[in-house]
């Protein structure tokens, strides 16, 4: 696997979520257990993440508290505090995440193109429809809208924001001051949206963005979640344990995005790995060990109750899952983690507790403990075999696991031709290669005027 | 009046609105047209502001575009801007405006938490209930919710993000890693809000913060306003004309917090001044008249139309208001602005376009054209007379009227002891002198087990 030279680069994210991916790195000595409530540390991480030329960082979101007792909690707000990173970094994407439930989409249309402006052009959206009830529950519902309804306000909510990124066209500013005129209002539009869930009369308040409008993330492996990333994404972050697992999802994404009349290769699918490692194989498998002894068994097993929508007390620690389970369709919460979560256990026969600890370990994504040689191989061979364009890197342990990561796996990546060694833009979409789309009502105006 | 000896050191705030308060600063030679969109712009604002240990600097908003044509129009999303400006400066206060009509009280509570941690405990949040019928139509409504009902919401708005903000007591964060414990729960509280506006559970998703919360600013003049502002307010934004309406204001306020049971000396009272400074009388007053030269006064009066409720056909350039004018109990947008309109033009007899003119020059705030030492005076002399705890310094143009208050203005109130010089504290709430405030929910507790 070694020295391939028909390589192209990839797409690297971290994603970043305070003191690592594995629930029980921040009980690692030497480990930052409030690193999630740091601006310096995340704007560091950041820095370190443009210093070796990822594509992006990215900032996951829940808008409840899910028990603060056993595990680092709190989450400040994604979008604030890419604002402060965006200030301390100059070319890295930096890609938030907020609700199409628990907002409005003027505010949030607006807040993505405030940043976008900010960071000149390096933003992107991860669109989520936040499942739960602890999150209803803090936005005046008593349990949370059905999986259907909420990704039917998702599809709305997305098309409003977009109409809101274009009502000004790119040119709309004059700024004349001799002449008294400072916008051409013939190229700011009204949107007159009237649908199920929002009516919003727009314009913005802003003028168009740096890259007309943010880069579109999704990260839902339902069914509804696969369509709505074929008709909107223009990446998408998933969870894959295996390389098979992984070339069927690529495979299938790409057909329905084709279906839905897109380019394939405008979308970029990046599955979630995390590298656990170690400079020998034994050194890696030992830390990996280590983690697993140091999770808290019942708290895990607690939450791994709320995924699969049972009551923890039919979860003995050391027996298989219920044979009794729910089906992916009685469930209105996160449905693909919650297959995923089901498949692992049958897949691999574990027990709650060895399945808490998988969870625990990269909660379902593709754990992967081993040399830096052995992550880069990996990598390349998911890439070259038909499951990724890239990767959302999530560092068991942070900060020290990206620290390995960028001081040795990246040398390896490079000399393989696997990532970039500059960037070629200044903006997210341009590191991702995606065009910068044209405003729907100037191109209404350029097709009138035909 | 100079020289005086027996001052105490007043609070100013910048209130930064880009190209500057008169509206046709963007017009003058060596202006800034878009100032408004310019990130760096705004630290580098905020740091001259802090130069001068200025307690905070300012920022408006509306959630509507009301015409861009002929003047700078669009305002990027202040937290997010404010965020940036957190980072470029270390000591300053930050208020940022955010609806209480159009936002959810948990995003609202969330963000003001994370800029308040983000900055070190520096951030003010200015309430507003946002008239006018454009907004609403930016947020699913055909018009805009009456005034009363505005505030009505306003009140309980505020008291949930009160209660989220207390939600975690200040010792609730343990990380403890060996022990394996992060959060002591019994410290974290639903807030089980049920009211007439909001359902929210709570609790926050973030530790409570430096300030506890945020320094709550107010700043409209009706009696619906001043009451809540009695109740609620930590720091007062008001248009006062003149000096006589200043007392009364200030007086009536100050009255009307010690009747609501709070501390008259806990609520800090700043009237708008926009200031145009020039070396010489003749100098400020002949910058002065070329600004009124510069407005466009069919755009004004469109404007004034809005805030009076009338058809712009009503109001020809060059006779008086009309008899027939509406009440301010029939006025839903802004009362107070409204009050302050019709009773400027009824005082000085003016007509249409000169109250264009007068209104263009400050938006009903107290302008002041005249040399350094004369701004100086004005400001001693509302401070002594019983007008105002400090200032929110609203300069015609900007950059330039600013740095003239800087070089010119700062050193004069500097030498009569009206302005700090340095910095004592770290927050916002140090600068006002003001109590870090205790969580209700710790407050409660405490109680309960004396």
């Known amino acids: 696997m070694t020295g391939s030279t028909d390589n192209k680069p990839l797409h690297f994210n ?27 540390y995340f704007e560091k991480m950041a820095q370190l993440a443009e210093s070796v030329m990822f594509d992006s960082v990215f900032l996951a979101d829940h808008v409840s508290l899910d028990g603060a007792s056993r595990r680092p909690s709190g989450r400040i707000d994604p ?28 505010n949030v249309a607006r807040r993505f193109a405030s940043l976008d402006l900010i960071s000149g052009g390096r ?42 990124w274009d009502s000004w066209e790119d040119d709309a500013v004059i700024a ?6 400072w916008a051409d209002e013939s190229k700011i539009h009204t949107i007159d949206h009237r649908g199920r869930f929002f009516s ?10 740096p890259q007309g409008h943010p880069v579109l993330v999704q990260a839902g492996s339902s069914d509804d979640g696969k369509e709505f990333a074929a008709r909107h994404a223009e990446a998408v972050f998933t969870a894959q344990h295996t390389l098979a697992d992984g070339q069927a999802f690529y495979a299938d994404l790409k057909r329905r995005i084709k279906l839905a009349g897109r380019d394939p290769d405008g979308v970029k699918i990046l599955p979630g790995i995390v590298p656990v490692i170690g400079s020998t194989e034994a050194e890696a498998a030992a830390l990996d060990a280590r983690l697993d002894e140091l999770i808290l068994a019942e708290s895990g097993r607690d939450r791994l109750a709320k995924q699969l929508s049972l009551d923890p007390a039919r979860l003995p620690l050391d027996e298989p899952l219920p044979d009794d389970l729910p089906t992916e369709d009685d469930i209105e919460g996160d449905k693909s983690r919650f297959t995923l979560i089901v498949e692992l256990a049958l897949r691999e026969k574990l027990t709650v507790r060895e399945l808490v600890g998988r969870l625990g370990s990269g909660r379902g994504h593709r754990t992967f403990a081993g040399t830096p040689e052995q992550v880069a191989d990996m ?7 038909g499951a990724a364009d890239g990767f959302n890197i999530m560092p068991a342990t ?21 990532i970039r060694t500059k960037y070629e833009g200044t903006t997210l979409r341009e590191h991702y290669g995606l065009p910068r789309p044209r405003s729907q009502y100037a191109a209404a105006r350029a097709a009138s005027a035909e």
Do not use: C, M
């Open 79 to 106: 979008l604030t505090l890419l604002t402060a990173v965006a200030r301390a970094t100059s070319r890295i994407g930096l890609i938030a995440t907020a609700s199409t439930s628990y907002n409005d989409p003027f």
């Open 176 to 181: 004349d001051p001799e002449a008294g005129v």
């Open 200 to 209: 919003v009369r727009g314009p913005l308040n802003l003028p168009r963005s």
């Open 398 to 418: 942070l900060p020290s696991g990206f620290e390995l990561f960028v001081e040795h796996v990246v040398p390896i990546l490079r000399s393989r031709g696997l």
């Open 379 to 385: 990598i390349e061979q998911w890439a070259r075999e």
């Open 14 to 40: 971290l994603f970043n979520n305070g003191s690592g991916h594995h629930e029980a790195s921040w009980r690692l000595p030497g480990s930052y257990p409030t690193a999630n409530l740091d601006v310096e």
């Open 123 to 164: 933003v992107g959206w991860n669109i989520v429809t936040t499942p739960g009830d602890a999150s209803a529950r803090n936005f005046g519902l008593d349990s949370q809208p059905s999986h259907f309804e909420r990704y039917q306000r998702a599809e709305e909510f997305v098309s409003v924001a977009e109409k809101l």
